[in-house]
Nanobody, 120 residues
Framework: QVQLVESGGALVQPGESLRLSCAAS????????MNWYRQAPGKQRELVAV???????NYANSVKGRFTLSRDNAANTGYLQMNSLKPDDTAVYYC??????????????WGKGTLVTVSS
């Protein structure tokens, strides 16, 4: 029906950058909001950033000023640009989206995650 696939996770050193992608495919009419969560080892999943269909964004205080969201509505793809990465950013990053299907239903979908490791 609908799939969300994250990519871009990697092992990087502190201070480096990464760009994560979230590609949605399937019977999609439009994507309302696309969100990024992360879950570090032994911790609860936390909301990192949100971008709505009109491009409005919100960020967790821990990433504000370092992470930037963008989206390509035509490609049903969202991006999370992560700069000045810190070891505390190490986590599995999940894409979550509120998607309006061609049937008119509004449903919530999750990707399987991509691992970001920040270590020297």
């Amino acid at each position: 029906q609908v799939q969300l696939v994250e990519s871009g996770g990697a092992l990087v050193q502190p201070g480096e950058s990464l760009r994560l992608s979230c590609a949605a495919s399937g019977n999609i009419l439009s994507i309302y909001a696309m969100n990024w969560y992360r879950q570090a080892p032994g911790k609860q999943r936390e909301l990192v950033a949100v971008i709505t269909s009109d491009g409005s964004t919100n960020y967790a205080n821990s990433v504000k000023g370092r992470f930037t969201l963008s989206r390509d509505n035509a490609a049903n793809t969202g991006y999370l640009q992560m700069n000045s990465l810190k070891p505390d950013d190490t986590a599995v990053y999940y894409c979550n989206a509120d998607i309006i299907l061609v049937t008119g239903e509004l449903l919530d979908y999750w990707g399987k995650g991509t691992l970001v490791t920040v270590s020297s």
